[in-house]
T-cell receptor, first 113, second 108 residues
Framework: ETGVTQSPTHLIKTRGQQVTLRCSSQ?????VSWYQQALGQGPQFIFQ???????GRGNFPPRFSGLQFPNYSSELNVNALELDDSALYLC????????????FGPGTRLTVT | EDKVVQSPLSLVVHEGDTVTLNCSYE??????LLWYKQEKKAPTFLFML????IEKKSGRLSSILDKKELSSILNITATQTGDSAIYLC????????FGTGTRLQVFP
């Protein structure tokens, strides 16, 4: 059984740039959720994808967007990066969209300068 | 607004001590409460508690859900240095809502 993987591990971007983060879900899982974790805070829900459709969104602006592919892997795209976007971005997969425990990947550390 | 509050924010103990971490919540459409351990990056799943499963135990760790009081506790007995981590509580409705976590440091 393959766990959740994310790439890249670390990333440094300049304010105003765009970034794409990638996530491969655990084998057999069809739901992917993305979270932003700022230093000293708990993860904050960005959005969830279930069977290639967005299935819920947290309080994040439209410049945060995503995709899910037929193999259930997913991308998080952030446009017009701001300094406050610096955080650990976590991806989690689960077997169904609700009511199931989510398994997290190792995260991508994004630094915006 | 849905919220999850954890206490204490930080805890320092010696090996062998027993600790209790607290989590309270005000969340609409509650489905379950989850505990995670975060050491460096990825939170690792510990327990999921629901209305039909309000008490879980695994080795030295145990957790109880009190739906009446809208709270949960995570107990760790005979703590070890390897228990040092941030412990996150999260409540699931249509998404996971996390608390800020409790940082536990266990010294020899």
């Amino acid at each position: 059984e393959t766990g959740v993987t994310q790439s890249p591990t670390h990333l440094i971007k300049t304010r105003g740039q765009q970034v794409t983060l990638r996530c491969s879900s655990q084998s057999g899982h069809n739901t992917v959720s993305w979270y932003q974790q700022a230093l000293g805070q708990g993860p904050q829900f960005i959005f969830q994808y279930y069977r290639e459709e967005e299935n819920g969104r947290g309080n994040f602006p439209p410049r945060f967007s995503g995709l899910q592919f037929p193999n259930y892997s997913s991308e998080l795209n952030v446009n017009a990066l701001e300094l406050d976007d610096s955080a650990l971005y976590l991806c989690a997969s689960s077997l169904v969209s609700t009511g199931a425990e989510q398994y997290f990947g190792p995260g991508t550390r994004l630094t915006v300068t | 607004e849905d919220k999850v509050v954890q206490s204490p924010l930080s805890l320092v103990v010696h090996e062998g001590d027993t600790v209790t971490l607290n989590c309270s919540y005000e969340v609409t459409n509650f489905r379950s409460l989850l505990w995670y351990k975060q050491e460096k990056k990825a939170p690792t799943f510990l327990f999921m508690l629901t209305s039909s499963g309000i008490e879980k135990k695994s080795g030295r760790l145990s957790s109880i859900l009190d739906k009446k009081e809208l709270s949960s506790i995570l107990n760790i007995t005979a703590t070890q240095t390897g228990d040092s981590a941030i412990y996150l509580c999260a409540v699931l409705n249509d998404k996971l809502i996390f608390g800020t976590g409790t940082r536990l440091q266990v010294f020899p």
